[in-house]
């Protein structure tokens, strides 16, 4: 069973930073693309970032130019650099992973940017 666990998140003031970080049972290397989520209550869960297998990046809209998204395939972790926090901002994260035609998710991490 693959499990993948958040950590990180807390209360933060606009303006701040914030490292999240998402251990993966097992190897990573063959995986061929991890995210981070965010869900506020009462709204679907919305993509923030993708690292693909050969290290390409994507990014929402909302977060290009603050955060950044990376891999370390040695410590079977992803990462999440979040700056420039802003209100907005505030959201259970979620890192997320396919194996095969199945999705897989950790249980979140709150962060809270305080204005």
């Known amino acids: 069973q693959v499990q993948l666990r958040e950590s990180g998140g807390g209360l933060v003031h606009v303006g701040g930073s914030l490292r999240l970080s998402c251990v993966i049972s097992?190897?990573?290397?063959?995986?061929?693309?991890m995210r981070w989520y965010r869900q506020t209550p009462g709204n679907d869960r919305e993509m923030v970032a993708s690292?693909?297998?050969?290290?390409?990046?994507t990014y929402a809209d909302f977060v290009k130019g603050r955060f950044t998204i990376s891999r370390d395939d040695a410590k079977s972790t992803v990462y999440l650099q979040m700056n420039s926090l802003t209100p907005e901002d505030t959201a259970v994260y979620y890192c997320?992973?396919?194996?095969?035609?199945?999705?897989?998710w950790g249980q979140g991490t709150q962060v809270t940017v305080s204005s």
């Open positions: 097992g190897s990573i290397s063959s995986i061929n693309f």
């Open positions: 997320n992973i396919w194996r095969g035609p199945i999705p897989f």
């Open positions: 690292i693909f297998k050969g290290g390409d990046t």
